[in-house]
């Protein structure tokens, strides 16, 4: 089956992208009535973060959500099998000529890049100009981790780490210079390592990674958000300002900057982050589970 998907992918790469994005919301609109249990987490997502939003307008919000979904991974066959160039062509990148300049002064540079539905068309647009480190989940499914790999790491010289293996090594490598950590901060992996700070009002297992990784490898921080285009038109990679004074002296006032941060960016295009995920699935002790 999961061959299948690959070869499906191959195929519909050759399409002009605004035909892809079409065969995206079209499978995204199947996908919110179809798969009943990721639309009541997408839906609890919404209703937590935006309960000032009517249960019709989180419903149509949620809608163009897996539309997103469906779309970033139809659109993956672009980032697997695509060109270079037409990669450079449809994935505008704005902000990393200040990222450059640091590189070049030897200083190592983490790139936050919170779950938007594209972060991966990101990611393979960057490799196509600078080398990198970043840190993957392992996948159950292995022939799509084989993809997934394959695709960061098809350009350049990336170094790819899974979570399990931790990140002494990626922090080791950032020390050496000449590479970004593509850091994605923003998932619930369970109690271990993890602080609750809040996320949109609502308390959120986080691990304060990008604090303690910024320090240890005395890196700067800039944020890296990508905007998937209406009607196929293309991605929009917008990088930095920098981050001032960072890290500080409070690892917890450090996290809740940090998802600060990704709360505004979320604000401008919410149907675009990843609510599909169990942000909220672990919780303070005594507090019951949201997602039922």
Known sequence: MSRLVVVLLWLLHWLPLPVQAAIGNGLGWLLYWLVVPRRRVILTNLRLCFPHLSAAQRARLAR??????????????LLWFGSAERIRRLVRVDGMEKVHARLAEGRPVILLVPHFCALDTAATRLATEVD?????????????????FHGRSRFGRQYLLSRQEGVRAAIKKLREGGRIFYYLPDMDFGPRDSIFVPFFGVQAATVPGLPRIAKLARADVVTCVIRMLPAGKGYAVSVGPFWDDFPGADEYADTL????????HVLKMPEQYYWVHKRFKTRPPGEASVYR
């Open 64 to 77: 163009r959500h897996c539309m997103c979904v469906a779309r970033s991974f139809l659109e993956r066959g």
């Open 132 to 148: 990198s480190v970043s840190i993957y989940s392992a996948q159950k499914n292995k022939e799509l981790e084989k993809w997934l």
């Open 257 to 264: 900057r940090m998802n600060a941060e990704i709360e505004r």
